[in-house]
């Protein structure tokens, strides 16, 4: 396990304890295991969120504790670190590609006048579409929080099932969709290429007739 400061403050190291003192004299107290790196020394000012001890980040609560920015320059980073570390160059914008569709998908609290339902998960551009139109409207716009999703759990909850069918867990995609009477409306570049359509991109892009 690594630790993370949950508050700003001033670093003091006691023997197995590291203490961060804020402002306010409150003490975060923080019991360091034998054997752990300890990445801070006395004195040092930490920011909420910052890594105390040597280890991997937990991404979820780095997500909570300093956002979705610092969270997906997190993961570019270990990424490259990974790939650096065999002599492989990797441009950045291929691992960002990956960091946004791992925030891609919303957790919908409060529907408003929306045909969202409360609980559902769905894509964000859905999501952000279907309020400015709601707002255009004058009407109550859905309320969400964004997630942090693996890549297979983000694939999985697509809204087109045949692309999801074509990542992982076939069957089991195929007949959720048969049951619940889902409609793929053919709006990703994966589910044109499966049965055979021109991809929406380029010259077999359309655009909608107002």
Known sequence: KVFKARKAGLVKIDEKLI???????????????????????????????????EGSLDLHQLY??????????????????????????LNDKHIEIIARQMFARVYVNDAGDTEL?????????????????????????????????????????TNSFLSAASFQETARVLIDAAVTGKVDHLEGLKENVIIGRPIPAGTGYR????
């Open 19 to 53: 203490k961060v003192v804020s402002d306010v004299e409150k003490v975060k107290e923080y019991i360091v295991p034998k054997g752990f790196g300890v990445w801070v020394k006395d004195g040092d000012e930490v920011k909420i969120g910052d890594q105390l001890t």
């Open 207 to 210: 655009q909608k007739a107002d």
């Open 64 to 89: 909570q504790l300093r956002g979705k920015l610092e969270a997906q320059k997190y993961i570019i980073k270990e990424i490259q670190y990974v790939y650096s570390s065999q002599g492989q160059p």
């Open 117 to 157: 339902l409360p609980g559902e998960i769905v894509e964000k551009a859905i999501f952000d579409r279907t309020n400015e139109e709601i707002k255009a409207k004058g009407k109550k716009p859905a309320k969400g929080d964004q997630l942090l999703l693996g890549i297979t759990k983000s694939s999985l909850t």
